[in-house]
């Protein structure tokens, strides 16, 4: 479908020189804490933010951004329908749609046939937005499955939407704060789970210090407190006030809340108030208060997890996201899931008689398969099945093989592997369940945790669900010591227990039958890194049929092709060396510009008195122009205007009005304060608020928000921002031996293996190249020499002369401070290195050059600023790709600076700032400060020839190295 077209368009942006974000995406693959899955998602969400524009699905499909581009020529088709598809976009793109590989047909071939035949009478506008339901915002879904990590993803995207708004704050493609829908169902398991996100560490999808100070930024708010009484003195909707407290601007927040019962509660009030005489926004505050005031949080996405659950109430969660983007607020709509399968096929019609369906989601922009989790990261499930044994056997037959298999299962984080028993109802746990396993199978009941809601006849204690909530952490004594877990109605999704590797359904309804696939795959989340895990799940022959047909319909394979799944083929992984003692490479001294901003006061005092004089005086500036034109329908353009000087249905009240100013002063106002000056602020108000038979009313003539601000600034001391520069000294190590991880074998690797070892063993030996190759020498002539002193002259030509050593060992004092450098960004940058330690003038000169370009891995990098007015500005850090060294007495005396990029970054501003940066105002600084010119710069493109690069290189250390 759809994802499919789109990862391929996302895949050709991110090579081509118009895309923004390549370091950013090489910057989170370095980092390397991500899934592979969760960076292709994260491409596809900012390629569809950035080079798509955050449009709904169905306009980019309209205009054509996603059509493969048929060759009309080459088809067998009509001239009618050719000349009709090449002049109109909408309908080229629904062909090149229906024209899909599905099997061994086309996704649509009685849609591509009726376009064929008839293309002047199909309402191809129509047809799209109802494909992609009909809404006005950008609309996308992620389908990954169950412990892909869909919450750390979900992170990762509020994090990248803050970063990007912050730069460009003006840029309604990304969101300023964000709005979790869970199903109710979930809850219990759900919102702990989302909680995750504030251990989330952004500096795995952003550098620092932009990670650090958004973590610092963000406020997440679960809104899950009940509402209390009608008598209670407490607020009736606490949730409605948290939501409240933040209004009208806020950024960086977080909600997380019930989309069932919170959300779409109250949806008939809603419908029924349509016919009393109130405004829309008081029929919204009557029917659900905390929808009311969701829907006026700006720059809102809202992210829908377990986006299936929300299908019943699909109309209506629809109907309510519609109303909140007529208000201008919805920015992007995520949802998460982890079947992007339709229970009941849409159907979409075409003309009075014909109409075609969809089965799959059709918004799906990213699609990860289960089969495919399974093989790279999941737990490899066994599943078993038996069709003539009772609930107790199959209990019994699944205890003990998960005990054969799992008894001694220890994982690194110190839990041990367990089983997950579910029950169909309380009862049946406690009366059949849990005494056929502590009677007959005689297990320890310590090491057995029933879970379950209780009821009137059987209670928990409370600890259970501290133990429930602990399973994944040793440190807690009790918990480590469960082994089997009994549950009713708990766990069937959102349960984030990786320790739990067994899974036993023995009878119909220890699941809901439509969730059988998610409770299953329960156990299948991934523990430890970089080792192939197993699970194992035990059904009875109906579950079995179940889980069979969920995964032909939800994930298009079966139980026996999970069996055969065997994993991912085994990456051998490469140790890494450091270098930096034999070398004894010293650190990099140098200066880094840093700026301090301070507030400078301008004025003795606040002046407040006359500030609001001032905005009295002026009111009138404070208007905004409201016309009404009327004519009749044929007649817009000579139409009657009303000038309007009184509009708004909003109650005005004076003393609501000054605590409300207080409040968006973050409190720093009193209203004490603001009563000090009664008579300034009644007159402004009687200016601004106009009277009905019903009382008092704001006139929306007015832009009441900027005059409430006018007057919170009236209470301060105006300022001026100063900056202050300041440069001072550091040094940096060109590598933190503690992040040298082992690295995935690639053809990247500089040097390779065999040279590798022939280092090493060279270095332990302590042996500079000069004495290897005399070595080698010397025991030639020494063999030569016994075999004609022997008489055995004849033999000296079957002697193997010395061989020239291998490039990469012969240059190993003069590079390599790590062993091997990753080039597999760029094999570029490994070009330029091979031919700098060529270069005659670079060995004349006995210089030295270090890759410094893996990011994570260097401490120099230089913070670079760009002066705006007299402001400078922070425009972040600049990794440097190599350093060519000169040293004297063994310290560094000059640095060349190498920046070697492709053609891509020459027109990527951001890039281009940081260059200017530390082409001229770092060296400057830095060689005023040392008295000689230390550093200096070099920038390579590979949009030049290699020849071109070598000789600029060759002409540049001539020029700065000189004697």
């Not at 105002?921 to 071109?948: P, T």
Request: glycine share 4%; net charge neutral.
């Amino acid at each position: 479908m759809l994802d499919k077209i789109i990862k391929l368009k996302k895949d050709i942006w991110l090579k081509s020189s118009e895309c923004s974000i390549k370091d950013l995406i090489q910057y989170i693959r370095q980092v390397g804490f991500l899934r592979e899955t969760q960076i292709e998602a994260i491409e596809i969400y900012l390629f569809l933010k950035i080079k798509g524009n955050n449009e709904p699905i169905w306009k980019l499909f309209a205009e054509g951004f996603f059509t493969n581009g048929t060759d009309l020529t080459k088809l067998n088709i009509n001239n009618n329908a050719r000349e009709y598809l090449n002049d109109n976009i909408a309908a080229h793109a629904l062909f090149d749609f229906t024209r899909q590989r599905n099997g061994k047909t086309t996704l649509l071939p009685e849609l591509e046939q009726l376009i064929i035949e008839q293309p002047e009478n199909i309402e191809y506008e129509r047809i799209i937005r109802s494909i992609f339901y009909n809404v006005d915002y950008a609309d996308y879904l992620m389908s990954l499955p169950m412990g892909a990590g869909k919450t750390f993803l979900m992170a990762a995207f509020i994090y990248l939407d803050i970063y990007f708004a912050q730069n460009e704050p003006d840029n309604k493609n990304f969101s300023h704060n964000f709005l979790v829908l869970i199903p109710s169902g979930l809850k219990s398991s759900i919102i702990p789970s989302l909680k995750t996100i504030e251990h989330f560490d952004p500096a795995w999808v952003l550098p620092e210090p932009s990670a650090s100070k958004i973590k610092r930024l963000l406020k997440l708010e679960i809104l899950d407190q009940p509402k209390s009484a009608k008598k209670s003195n407490k607020a009736r909707n606490p949730n409605a006030q948290k939501v409240n407290q933040c209004l009208p601007n806020p950024f960086g927040y977080i909600f997380v809340v019930n989309a069932e019962k919170v959300i779409l509660d109250r949806m008939e009030i809603s419908d029924q108030l349509e016919a009393i005489e109130k405004t829309e926004d008081e029929k919204d505050i009557l029917a659900n208060e905390l929808r009311h005031l969701i829907g006026k949080i700006p720059n809102l996405s809202i992210f829908i997890d377990e986006v299936h659950h929300a299908a019943n109430d699909e109309i209506k969660l629809r109907k309510v996201v519609n109303n909140w983007n007529k208000k201008g607020n919805v920015t992007t709509v995520l949802g998460f899931t982890g079947t992007p399968y339709l229970k009941k096929a849409d159907k979409i019609k075409v003309t009075e008689i014909s109409f075609f369906k969809f089965k799959q989601i059709t918004n799906t922009v990213y699609y990860y398969p289960l089969t495919t989790a399974i093989k790279y990261f999941l737990k490899k499930p066994l599943v078993k099945f038996a069709t003539e044994l009772n609930r107790n056997q199959i209990i019994e037959k699944g205890i003990e093989d998960f005990n054969k298999r799992y008894k001694d299962k220890v994982y690194e984080n110190g839990t041990i592997a367990k089983l997950a028993i579910y029950c169909g109802n309380i009862k049946s746990l406690e009366e059949e369940v849990y005494p056929f396993l502590i009677g007959k199978l005689e297990i320890n009941p310590n090491e057995i945790l029933k879970y379950h809601g209780g009821n009137k006849e059987y209670k928990l204690p409370k600890e259970n669900e501290l133990f429930f909530n602990s399973l994944d952490i040793p440190q807690t004594k009790a918990s480590t010591k469960i082994r089997y877990i009994l549950l009713v109605q708990i766990g069937k999704e959102g349960w984030d227990c990786r320790s739990l590797t067994g899974i036993i359904l023995s009878q119909k309804g220890d699941s809901p039958t439509n969730m059988v696939l998610q409770t299953s795959c329960r156990c299948l989340r991934q523990v430890d890194k970089n080792k192939e895990e197993t699970a194992l799940i035990w059904l009875n022959e109906f579950n079995a049929k179940t889980l069979n047909s969920q995964l032909k319909n939800e994930q298009n394979t079966n139980i026996e092709e999970i069996n055969k799944i065997t994993g991912k083929p085994e990456t051998d992984m490469f140790e890494r060396y450091s270098r930096i003692e034999h070398l004894q490479l010293p650190k990099v001294e140098f200066y880094q510009l840093e700026i301090s901003y301070n507030a400078i006061d301008k004025e003795d005092n606040p002046n407040t008195k006359q500030k609001l004089q001032f905005i009295i005086n002026n009111i009138d500036d404070f208007k905004k122009p409201v016309l009404i034109k009327t004519s009749e329908i044929d007649q817009i353009d000579n139409a009657d205007i009303d000038v309007v000087s009184k509009v708004g249905l909003n109650i005005a009240n004076f003393n609501q009005w000054i605590f409300d100013i207080s409040k968006h002063s973050f409190n720093k106002i009193s209203v004490q304060d603001l009563m000090k000056f009664e008579k300034q602020l009644k007159e402004i108000f009687e200016q601004i608020t106009y009277q009905k038979d019903e009382g008092s009313f704001f006139n929306e003539v007015f832009d009441l928000y900027t005059i409430s601000s006018k007057i919170r600034l009236g209470f301060s001391i105006k300022r001026d921002l100063k900056t202050e520069s300041e440069v001072i000294p550091k040094e940096a190590n060109l590598l933190i031996v503690d992040k040298l991880r082992p690295i995935g074998k690639n053809n990247k690797l500089c040097p390779d293996e065999a040279a590798i070892k022939e280092i090493l063993k060279y270095d332990k030996k302590g042996l500079d190249i000069k004495s290897v190759e005399s070595k080698l020498k010397e025991d030639y002539e020494k063999a030569k020499k016994t075999l004609i002193e022997s008489g055995l002259a004849n033999m000296v030509t079957g002697l193997n002369e010395p061989q020239e050593l291998p490039f990469e060992i012969k240059n190993k004092e003069n590079t390599f401070h790590y062993l091997p450098y990753n080039f597999i960004q760029s094999n570029f940058e490994k070009e330029i290195l091979i031919n700098a330690l060529r270069l005659a003038l670079f060995k004349e000169k006995k210089l030295e050059i270090y890759y410094n370009g893996e990011r994570g891995l260097t401490e120099f990098v230089i913070n670079c600023f760009a002066k705006t007015g007299k402001y400078w500005k922070n425009i972040g850090r600049y990794t440097i790709d190599f350093l060519i060294i000169k040293r004297e007495d063994n310290k560094i005396h000059r640095i060349l600076i190498i920046e070697a990029k492709g053609k891509g970054f020459e027109n990527d501003p951001v890039f281009i700032k940081k260059k200017n940066f530390v082409s001229n105002q770092f060296l400057k600084q830095n060689n005023e400060k040392f008295g000689y010119k230390r550093f200096d710069f070099l920038y390579l493109s590979d949009a030049d020839k290699i020849e071109s690069n070598v000789s600029k290189l060759n002409d540049k250390i001539s020029d700065f190295f000189m004697e």
